[in-house]
């Protein structure tokens, strides 16, 4: 109900009618499954305007009607369960877009624990049943690079490639090439970072898109239970490429990183060793992530991109001036069940958004609150005008 009366026509005013900054912060909350609801869960976030979020802490878990603790976060944009993908897209990813075409580099991440909604986000549903099925970032960014590319005069006969590898451990893996082959990561002489031998595959449809991610996922999640557990372990990379002719390193390109679950519960007794090195190794790809981001904020010249596989291979995002974009979406869980994490993932991507806030800037929304209105019965006398 609110949502239909206070996020719809509110959500209608164009992202684009925004400055976009050079890094975003935003926060997506899934709705209650049905599991959550068979666990006799109940759903602790809400998300009272379009850039903030509660967490309602229960301390005491037999009487729910005493709420106790309230978190409350501020960021760019928050995003509650009634929002779709292609609402997520318009406001997080599909700014950064044209940064390619600028000889930039673009990159969004998904975090968040395992089960949030990260690759719901990222690669969308692909379903025998047409209604299971939703699109997802990838394919919507892919169809907006496909359309610009058709008036971008500048790059005529350059050709758009994607690759999608992911990094498990510090092993990156090729997951458009069948047998799923490790692949070496080589820093030349000027730090420059390779991944040898990474398929990069030309695509002119949004189709073939479509493809090459159902193939890759199937590669990354395929069948066993165990494989399923390893796959939210890891980190999954899909790349859009603008290729001249001749090249073979793109000019400008789209990461979409869907990051690996950061959950707790790798430190504790009872996990096994090769859960806990798992574990460590996220931990610490998380923690060089956030440092990668906030050198890029500050246009650092030293960036601290050996502190993972994860930033090594990704070390173009983060380098060079302002052309560079960056989106971080966290993903929570609604259900007091998962309030640890929940509060976990919040606290990481509120830092990330303290580490990169300038005082002097607006953020999105502050920004669109401050847009004139020139609607008829606005009269002109706007106390906030008066100066
Ligand atoms: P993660 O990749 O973070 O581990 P998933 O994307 O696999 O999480 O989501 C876990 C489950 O929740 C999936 O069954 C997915 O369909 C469902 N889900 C996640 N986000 C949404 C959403 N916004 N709307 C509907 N279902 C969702
Ligand atoms: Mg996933």
Redesign the pocket.
């Known amino acids: 109900y609110r949502d239909q009366l206070v996020l719809r026509p509110l959500r209608n005013i164009s992202p684009r009618g925004a400055r976009t900054q050079q890094i975003t912060v935003c926060v ?1 909350k ?2 209650m ?1 049905l599991r959550d609801r068979e666990a006799k869960s109940v759903d602790i976030i809400s998300v009272p305007t379009l850039d903030s979020l509660i967490v309602h802490e229960l301390r005491n878990k037999v009487d729910l009607t005493k709420l106790l603790d309230h978190h409350r976060f501020r960021f760019d944009y928050t995003f509650d ?1 009634g929002c779709s ?1 292609k609402l997520v897209y318009e406001y997080t990813a599909r700014p950064l877009i044209r940064t390619m075409f600028e000889g930039g580099n673009a990159t969004c991440f ?1 975090y ?10 990222m690669s969308g ?1 692909f379903s025998g049943k047409s209604q299971d099925c939703t699109t997802g970032i990838y394919a919507l960014a892919a169809r907006d690079v496909f359309e610009m590319h058709k008036k971008d005069v500048a790059h005529k006969g350059a050709q758009i490639t994607c690759s999608y590898f992911e990094i498990y451990g510090s092993k990156v893996f090729d997951l458009l090439v069948p047998g799923k082959p490790q692949l070496r990561v080589l820093e030349d002489g000027r730090q420059q970072v390779v991944i040898v031998g990474l398929t990069r595959t030309p695509v002119s449809k949004v189709d073939e898109i479509m493809q090459l991610i159902e193939r890759g996922n199937r590669v990354r999640t395929s069948g066993q239970t165990s494989v399923n557990i390893k796959s ?1 372990r890891s980190h999954a990379i899909f790349q859009i490429g603008l290729v001249k002719p001749g090249d073979w390193e793109p000019c400008g390109k789209c990461s979409f990183v ?1 990051l690996a ?1 950061n959950e707790r519960g790798a430190d504790t007794q009872s996990a096994s060793l090769q859960t806990r090195r798992e574990g460590a190794e996220i931990n610490k790809s998380l923690l060089a992530l956030k440092e990668c981001i906030r050198a890029m904020s500050r246009h650092s010249t030293h960036l601290p991109f050996r502190g993972s596989k994860l930033t090594q291979v990704l070390r173009d995002s983060f380098i060079g001036g302002q052309q560079n974009k960056t989106c971080m979406i966290a ?1 929570i869980s609604p259900g007091l069940g998962s309030v640890e994490n929940t509060l976990n993932t919040l606290r990481y991507a509120d830092r990330v958004k303290a580490l990169v806030a300038k005082e002097d800037e607006l953020t999105p929304m502050q920004q669109l609150k401050k847009t004139p209105r020139y609607s008829p019965e606005y009269n002109g006398t706007d106390n906030d005008s008066v100066s």
């Open positions: 997506r899934r709705p499954s369960e993908n998904a968040g624990q395992t089960g949030s909604g990260k690759t719901h986000t549903e939210s869907d679950g993903m």
